[in-house]
């Protein structure tokens, strides 16, 4: 039986780019890959960091029963949504997958697919390198978006509280101060798992 590798933490922390290395060093990794409503930013593409739909589609999933979790979040530019949606691509039975996630989607697909079977992967950064890591990323936007980098920042704290990290029984945490020491570290730790 396979389990997902449930990569999550506040934005800015360097998710993206751990989940690339650890996609290299353990190929076999699966990607589940989100799907969203928010626009695609610049350096993205459709079918790699997320599928991007509309609200129409996401409608389309909801009614079909294939909609596992999906977050709203009401951003500076309207509301935004995430969601991670059963279209077949998923099979435990088949092998062992890796997706980036928040604390909410984690708990629901702990729900879905059983506790034993999604395995948490916390990354923290201080959040004064966080701020400066996400302005740094907004810049090179054509049009950035400041007051969502804010928006998000705040949320963070909320979200990923101690007490909600707590509840959901996450207590390993993922340093990336030193990116080479962190995808080490994540990487023994599904190698670890997996055996």
Same mark, same amino acid.
């Given at each position: ?14 998710? /993206? ?24 930013? #610049?350096?993205?593409? /459709? ?29 500076? !530019? ?29 708990? !629901? ?46 949320? /963070? ?27 080490? #570290?994540?990487?023994? #730790? ?6």
């Amino acid at each position: 039986m396979g389990k997902i590798y449930c990569m999550m933490g506040k934005s800015s922390t360097g998710k /993206d780019y751990l989940y690339r290395e650890i996609r290299k060093r353990i190929p076999e990794l699966k990607p589940v890959v989100p799907y969203t409503t928010r626009p695609i930013r #610049e350096g993205e593409r /459709d079918g790699a960091e997320y599928f991007f739909i509309d609200e129409e589609k996401l409608a389309e999933y909801t009614k079909a029963g294939k909609v596992i979790e999906q977050r709203a979040y009401q951003t500076v !530019h309207g509301i935004w949504r995430y969601a991670t949606i059963d279209d077949g691509t998923i099979s435990l039975a088949t092998g062992d997958y890796l997706l980036i996630a928040t604390l909410e989607a984690y708990a !629901h697909l702990r729900e879905y697919f059983g506790p034993g079977n999604v395995v948490p992967l916390y990354i923290e950064v201080e959040d004064g390198e966080r701020l400066r890591r996400a302005l740094k990323r907004e810049d090179k936007q054509e049009e950035p978006k400041y007051a969502e980098v804010c928006r998000r920042f705040l949320a /963070d704290t909320e979200d990923f509280s101690e007490e909600n990290l707590k509840k959901m029984e996450i207590d390993r945490r993922f340093l990336n101060i030193d990116r080479e020491t962190c995808i080490s #570290e994540i990487e023994e #730790e599904i190698v670890n798992d997996r055996v």
